[in-house]
C-alpha cells in the first residue's frame, strides 16, 4: 500500500453555501473511507480553500477514485504526490 497526500483547492466561484450544502454527506463518505484505510487524516486551510487529506492506495488511479468519491470532489481542483518516510526513518 503507499501513501499520498491529496491537496485539493476549492475552484474559483465555489460558494460557501455549496460548501455547507455537502457537508453531512462528506463527512458519511470520508468515514466510511476512513473505515475502509483509504484515508487518514484531513486538514483544512479554509483561509487558503485548501484541503489536505492522507491518502493511501495501490497507485494513484486507486487513491484518485476513492477521492473522487467524496462529494466536495466535484467542488475541488485536486493534485496527488506520492509520499515516502522521512530520510533515516525505517520503512
Known amino acids: 500500500m ?3 497526500m491529496v491537496v485539493a483547492t ?3 466561484g465555489v460558494t460557501q453555501d455549496e460548501i455547507r450544502a455537502l457537508i453531512p454527506a462528506e463527512q458519511a463518505q470520508a468515514k466510511l473511507l476512513e473505515e475502509q ?3 487518514g487524516n484531513i486538514k483544512v486551510a479554509m483561509p487558503r480553500r485548501t ?3 492522507e491518502a493511501f492506495g495501490t ?3 486507486a487513491v484518485l477514485q476513492n477521492i473522487e468519491s467524496l462529494p466536495l470532489a466535484k467542488l475541488w481542483e485536486i493534485e496527488l504526490f506520492e509520499t515516502t518516510p522521512p ?3 525505517a520503512f
Open 51 to 53: 484541503v489536505f487529506i
Open 87 to 89: 530520510a533515516g526513518s
Open 59 to 61: 497507485d494513484q488511479e
Open 10 to 12: 476549492f475552484k474559483e
Open 37 to 39: 484505510g483509504a484515508i
Open 2 to 4: 503507499k501513501s499520498f
